[in-house]
């Protein structure tokens, strides 16, 4: 007879409450510091801009989609304003939140962790999560998934990108200040996607050399929500 304990459910695995309040205001913290340099230090996303583009294509009319991690607004939901999309953004930053309200006005953004997502709530016909899910430590990305994935209508669409790396909530120096980041091999980020209940339909990887910091390789996967 195994002496393993039944996993817990997804969204319901809760961390220590002041612990993790005092992570995600450290989070936030470096984010608004770096908000002003964020697209100086990243000017070309064209990784981002052809998922969206693809993801275009494949949305119905009057979409709502919700962007995870919004930061400046720039470039997703304003690429997906412009082709007449509603789009409601989540962002820890307060600093991100300002310049992306006057980046792309025409959005609604909210200040919202990942995992204040409530499935009960509203529900999307895509969600795209642009290197927001790194910053959660590896345990709380499964139950994050989980919410992603409720948060979506039947057949809804996931845009995801991480950077791809072997590290679990490590300290990383970023323009200037230090944020938390997680990562995966490609191969077990889709294993982790499939276990929450999310069909890969696309992949692609592409390397990206940012001002000021490291080379990375970068995986793009665009998902659907399973029955």
């Known amino acids: 007879m195994s002496s393993k304990n039944p996993s817990p459910d997804p969204l319901v695995t809760v961390p220590d409450p002041v612990a993790w309040a005092e992570r995600s205001k450290h989070q936030a913290t470096a984010f608004d510091r770096i908000g002003d340099r964020y697209d100086e230090a990243f000017p070309h996303k064209e ?22 991690g919004s930061g400046t607004g720039l470039p997703t939901a304003r690429q997906l304003v412009q082709a007449g999309v509603r789009v409601t953004g989540h962002e820890i930053s307060e600093r991100m939140i300002e310049l992306a309200r006057i980046n792309v006005p025409e959005a ?47 057949g809804g669409l996931l845009c995801l990108s991480m950077v791809e790396a ?18 995966y091999p490609r191969a077990e980020l889709r294993t982790v996607l499939e276990e929450a209940g999310l069909i890969v339909e696309d992949e692609r990887v592409v390397t990206y050399d940012p001002l000021g910091a490291r080379p990375e390789v970068q995986i793009f996967l665009t998902c659907r929500r399973g029955a």
Not at 60 to 68: F, G, Q, Y
């Open 166 to 183: 072997d590290l679990d909530d490590v300290p990383i120096s970023f323009l200037g200040s230090k944020i938390r980041v997680s990562g």
């Open 47 to 68: 990784g981002q801009e052809e998922r969206i583009r693809r993801l275009l294509d494949l949305l119905p009319p009057d979409a709502h989609v919700l962007d995870l």
């Open 108 to 154: 609604e953004f909210v200040r919202a962790d990942i995992l204040d997502l409530q499935p009960v709530e509203t529900q999307y016909d895509a969600i795209v999560a642009f290197f927001s899910l790194l910053c959660l430590p590896r345990a709380r990305i499964p139950e994050a998934l989980s919410r992603v994935r409720a948060s979506l209508l039947p």
